[in-house]
């Protein structure tokens, strides 16, 4: 029995997973089950014998000899404890061992039965949980979010190393803490509110955002995503992950104040796909299309706002230009929600993704109605006169342009009418400025009734209009016309309850030449109304051929004047003025003569006007008053008896309007030596009245000077007792005119005497002119006249042939 039990036991240790051993006191194995040899690989006998501890590994070593120690010395079981065990290869392997006393009967302790279980599979199992756990641990540490993990009492427990780079400090920083005091003050509550329910509620989670500090001391935008796994044992914390999105908050702000700039901005704002449906349209472009402030605006057809000239320009030049260069910008216009067009100044800019592909089109449109206003009240000014509102010369000349080319198509042909009104500055003056441009409006509105719709009246300058008509046949519609416009503007004009008449001269242009140029044109209707003028005004004159030769010898005229000075082709001829009560010359009037190389000598009459009207007069005047003062000394060196001798000299609106006059008059005196009181001017009545108060100015400056002055062709000129009286006058000339019908025709004879009684009443003396009667001039003498010249005395001469007459002793 006993052997079967033993056989039983032994049956039982062998067949056990666990192997057996017998360790005595000194650490010896004195037995050992076979089991053993699967756990480490040893045969029971190579083990029996050897030290139980030169099995254990040399950092386990220690533990097992404590272990073993308090075994013996207890004898109480103890906990099982994994030591590593050598195997016959060299290695060691995991084993668990437990080790319980065995005593002999007086209680010693005798040996130690020592179970070894193998382990192995059980440390792999570890080490893999291990391995995991590390690799997880890795995960979170070297994720680009940083982690926390916080308990329950809001402490931080873990912090990921991507904390340093996401909030910007160390991890140290913040673990045994709450973190909050890095947290801005301002959102700290905010935060504690959106996580509290995380806080309290196992396996929720929320999310907010709060500015945390960096140890640079710079506040981050940081997104705190909390979940509560305080109910989960493998974590048993709140994990918190962290990531820095300032950046986006800061593109999202910047974002935010664009669109705050959108919404406020004046300009309409619009972004559209590429199939020209809006994806948003800003405050100013919804109301402009009626749209509400806010509500949806898909659907709505963009299209439909722009009329068919700007969808024209749209695939013409918009869209190939946003395909070519991404942007366009250019006037455009746009229907409002009321469908009044408005002019905008529009830029549209394509946006593409990364692949290139147009994606989005914005435009942002200014209005630019105030401009367009402008810019047309500008034009407006630009090309009309301000008082009449009437085109001005450049938009005349544009429209002349224009209807010449028609005229040229359809084989008609215009006239153009310069209109110069008759003694207009006397009106204006004696009415006053305000009440003369009242007038000048009323002319214009005449003139408009005049006219057909199409026909165009322009106001030239001062008193001056030109009137083109187009759609004319025959010379004599031009006429008719001509005929209108002076009756038009002569009738009598009320103003400011006075009535007032005026007239008007009319020149005609009808060029039978389609080619004719707009500028020629005006200076030919120009020069006919001169000659309406000449020939008695508020008449019409057309432009013929004989003005044409006229004009064509002005030309030749100007250049051949232009050298004659250089070339001593002029001469001063003079004239002698005889007093009247003494019988002797007592002044003489220089004259200009032109010894022209071809024509021979040419009176004043044919290049005078040339000389005035290119300026040249002004040299040409100071060289005649030069030449007059050195005659005059000439003659009073060689002929006794002189001293008392007057030369005049005359002067023209030109160089009276010259403002070196008065300077170079004193030259010539002081350069000549001859005594200011010895030199009169001669200016004639209608230069004088033209610029009343510059003529005024100029006279008082003269008239300092010392010199005498002169009205010359008085009585034709429209000047007033006024005038007169204001202008520091010496003489008045009595018209050739009066003169030669002086004693043959009553009002000529009427007009001389009251001159001559005109004169004296304001202290003056009269000279008259063209005497070449006898009887001319015992009338004269008769009324009181202080001096005469004309042909009956002498005819003008060179300085020479006036000697002789000097010397001679009074006999007139
Ligand atoms: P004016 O100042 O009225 O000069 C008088 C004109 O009458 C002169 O013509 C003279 O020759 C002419 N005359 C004199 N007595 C008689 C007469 O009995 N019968 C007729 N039929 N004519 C007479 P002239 O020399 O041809 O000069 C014409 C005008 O040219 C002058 O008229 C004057 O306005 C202008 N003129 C002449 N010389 C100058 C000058 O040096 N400077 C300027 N600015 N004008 C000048
Ligand atoms: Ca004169
Ligand atoms: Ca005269």
Redesign the pocket.
Known sequence: ALAMSEERFRNLVDKSRDALALVDTAGNISWMSTAITHILGWEPEDLVGTSAFSLVHPEDLVDGLVRAATAFELGTPQDPMTLRLAKPTGEFAPVEIAVASLRDSVGQVESAVVSLRDVSWRVHAEEALLRSERRFRALVQHSIDAVLVIDAAASIQYASPAIEHVWGRPTADLVGSSGTEYIHPNDREGLMASLAHVFVTPGSSGRTEARGLDADGRWRWLEIEATNLLADDAVNGIVIHVRDVTERREAERDNKRLIDIFEATNDLVGISDRQGEPVYLNASARRFFGLGERGPIEGFNLGECFPPSVLELFSSEIRPRLEREGMWSGELSVARFDGELVPVLGQLLVHRDSEHNRVLISGVLHDIRKRKEFESALAHQATHDPLTGLPNRSLLLDRLDVALARAKRHRLRVAVLFLDLDHFKVVNDSLGHDLGDRLLEMIAQRLLTALRPGDTVARFGGDEFVVLCQDMHTRSDAFAIADRVIASVSGPFVVDEAEVFIGASVGVAFPDDPDADPGTLIRDADAAMYRAKERGRGRWEIFDNELRVSAVDRLDIENALRRALDRRELRV?F?PIVDLERGGIGAV????RWEHGERGLL???EF?NVAEATGL?VPI?MW?LDQACRQVQRWQASIPDLSGLVVS????GR?LGHPRLVEDVRAVLSDTGLAPERLEL?I?ESVLMDDVAMSAEMLGRLNALGVRIAV??FGTGYSSMSYLRRFPVDVLKVD?EFVNGLGTDASDSAIVTAIITLAHALGLSAVA????TTAQLDELRSLGCDKA????IA??ASGDDISELLSMPPVW
Do not use: C, H, K, W
């Not at 009037?589 to 200009?592: R, V």
């Not at 000299?649 to 023209?652: H, R």
């Open positions: 001829y004239q009037e220089a004259l200009l009176l004043p009459g005078i007069i005047g005649v000299v005359n002067l023209s160089q001669e004639t010359d062709d050739r002119e063209g005497v070449e010249q004309g042909f009956l005819r003008p």
